[in-house]
């Protein structure tokens, strides 16, 4: 069984926007000294951080941003994929060198039906050019999002050509038996499995998998990390039911505009509700909703004060 | 019927790349010059121009070089379509202020499913961003890729919203009826509507289309400019026939591999045959099935030595 090096559970960190669109910092750093102090780890620029609906610079500045704030470097796995090679280096070429944990790197996903051979040119390529022993890649596996997907045999190869650097993935593909056999074939070497949200956490845990990357990470941190911290003792089952009443909850809206509606209502920081485009926030009637379901079902952002910061 | 203001036929140009996988600056000169003596119109920064393997400052200097190089601004429409609203603005904003007939923009498309109320504000947000009269928008409508439609009811939207400036949209969905149907609702006040492929040129003509913008268009550009010019005289059909024969050569193997693995065996300049990942060159046996059936079927570029540069 893989023992896990890193935080059981990753949040991919929401990135707040001014009522300009602009990356809104103080708020970006709050939330990621609540989300460690809840025992996350930091998977900034992810699907639900609106990553790639952020420039390279924006990106490059926001990473600066965090670590000159304080937060610990090896607490972060920034997401690094882009469909330009040349992105990818960069963005990777710069977390690395910020003595970031890992990286997380989407496939390039414009191109669909790409082979095998040119997702690994794409991976080779990056490693190739940061050329940094530090360098750690969590392969990103999202094909109902990217529509790139990320095999099996493609995984075997690159583990062959790069032991050490490439550590890891996050399984989104909501595929039990995809994750399963991730972990069989390839957990044994140290290859870390993340299922890619909570609903996958006990099985991914008792599988020999090391934990979750998921969304709502941001916004019911304490309990995910909790049940992924006791997915041993006595009432795991029950955790894991209450994890996945909570997701319910959210996954009704559109996901990322409904945890920055929720975030918005508890922090009451109304930045939290602004998205970019494609995104659209939640409306009044959703926003409604949203906080009458939430409530009744008991919910609450710990220490809730310091998202107000 | 829509009198087309602008060339007929696009191509959207390839990008050549040095043995480092950098921009190849002078064939990429050389093949614009070339495909203008054709009379085809510069789409550069299409999807077969693997514009979105290339970064942001690339692009830029890309086009800066074209226009240093002394191409005609007026006849080029760079894709400057980004899931960045910021990359987009940027690079609509430069390609508009070097006096560019068009812009070709793809949608938002990391994100999938997401509805037209987030796209609108995406390509209003470029409109109010770039601020120019000048600007005139090519919608890119590549559900194949993109995965992420750009419906009927979008386009009525930004036409209401922004005449004048939403100009047009290349429909390349493969969906003969609803390259018809954009015609029919769209064309009457102006708005140019461009095949996807000269599979659909005829069609697309006679239904009072403004022509194509197609992948061929750098391999075959003279008889497409030739089956555009004389679509109403006798032998239209003849002519038709004879450009889907071609390209049903090319589009046995992966299209951009192939035009580039074709412009290669013709110009004798082995630098078109680079790619870069995630796509892959064909390899030496493709590339001979390749051109012995180009050489069966008389395949030739006009006027070769040009590209020779």
Redesign the interface.
């Known amino acids: 069984m893989t023992t896990p090096i890193l935080p059981g559970v990753y949040s991919p960190v929401m990135t707040p926007f001014t009522r300009d669109?602009e990356p809104a910092v103080p708020q970006f750093v709050s939330l990621c000294r609540w989300l460690r102090r809840c025992g996350v780890g930091l998977a900034v620029f992810g699907?639900n951080s609106e990553a790639?609906?952020?420039?390279?610079s924006?990106r490059l500045d926001l990473l600066d941003a965090l670590i000159g704030a304080g937060i610990e470097p090896a607490s972060l796995m920034p997401g690094t994929g882009s469909?330009?090679?040349?992105?990818a280096v960069?963005l990777t070429r710069h977390a690395t060198r910020h003595g970031c944990g890992g990286v997380l790197m989407l496939?390039?996903?414009?191109?669909?039906g790409?082979?095998d051979?040119?997702?690994f040119?794409?991976y080779a390529?990056v490693i190739e050019a940061v050329a940094d022993d530090r360098l750690r890649i969590f392969l990103y596996h999202i094909p109902?999002?990217?529509?790139?997907p990320i095999s099996l045999p493609l995984i075997e190869r690159l583990l062959r050509e790069f032991p050490g650097t490439v550590a890891g993935v996050k399984d989104s593909s909501g595929d039990w038996a995809n994750t399963a056999a991730m972990i069989e074939r390839f957990g044994p070497q140290g290859f870390l499995v993340y299922a890619g949200s909570e609903t996958f956490l006990q099985r991914t845990l008792e599988a020999g998998g090391a934990g979750c990357i998921t969304a709502t990470g941001n916004v019911n941190p304490a309990a995910i990390v909790d049940a992924c911290r006791r997915w041993r003792e006595p009432g795991a089952q029950a955790r894991q039911a209450s994890l996945d009443a909570t997701r319910a909850i959210f996954q009704k809206y559109s996901m990322i505009p409904a945890m920055k509606a929720a975030m918005a209502w508890k922090s009451g920081d109304g930045t939290w509700r602004s998205v970019?485009?494609?995104?659209?926030e939640l409306d009044g009637g959703q926003c409604r909703l949203l906080e009458d379901e939430l409530a009744a079902a008991g919910f609450e952002l710990p220490d809730v004060d310091a998202l107000r910061a």
Do not use: H, M, W
């Not at 790639?52 to 390279?56: D, E, I």
């Not at 109902?144 to 790139?148: I, K």
């Open positions: 669109a699907t790639n609906s952020l420039t390279v924006e469909c330009a090679v040349g992105d960069q496939p390039p996903f414009y191109y669909k790409v082979g051979e040119g997702l040119r794409y390529r109902p999002v990217s529509q790139v970019r485009p494609p995104l659209v």
